[in-house]
């Protein structure tokens, strides 16, 4: 049950709670040596294995640079890797679906950041900081009644 405390003295000794230390992460691997982790954006969702390696991408069986074909998308994806200086350091297999093009870019790198932090924990603080572990959470407004869209009304006349 709970002591009873009548003034400061018996507040001082009284045993107190000693303050939780910080979470620590784990580098959390597969059977095959591989982090996993999923990325969301917008309605894609994205699976990231990553391991050691010399760098080499796949996208739902494609070579990287066919999946995504713009250099914007690529450059997303990368961004991860390279403000933790580790480009070229890790083997990626991705599986991605839903959404296009942009939200599925979007949820690689989240994912992306994500397997890096269960490889390499002391990654955590860098990619937090650079907003990475973030899920963005905007999504499509949904479209109202009486309206055209979500917020364009008709065009109005007159007559």
């Known amino acids: 049950m709970a002591e009873i ?6 507040l001082k000794g009284s045993v107190a709670a000693a303050p939780e230390a910080a979470p620590r992460y784990v580098q959390k691997l ?24 010399q ?10 640079e066919t999946y995504f074909a713009r250099p914007v998308l690529r450059m997303i994806l990368q961004q991860p890797l390279v403000a933790a200086r580790r480009a070229g350091q890790y083997d990626l297999m991705i599986r991605v679906a839903g959404g296009g093009l942009s939200g599925q870019a979007g949820a690689v790198r989240h994912g992306l950041a994500k397997a890096l932090v269960n490889f390499e924990p002391d990654l955590r603080p860098m990619l937090k900081k650079e907003g990475f572990l973030t899920r963005d959470p905007r999504v499509v407004e949904r479209k109202k009644y009486g309206k055209r869209k979500a917020r364009r009304s008709f065009q109005f006349s007159k007559r």
């Open 5 to 10: 405390l009548s003034s400061l003295q018996d």
């Open 30 to 53: 597969d059977t095959n040596g591989r982090a996993y982790a999923t990325g969301k954006r917008k309605d894609a969702v994205a699976r990231v294995w990553i391991k050691p390696g």
């Open 55 to 64: 760098g080499k991408a796949a996208v739902n069986g494609k070579p990287l």
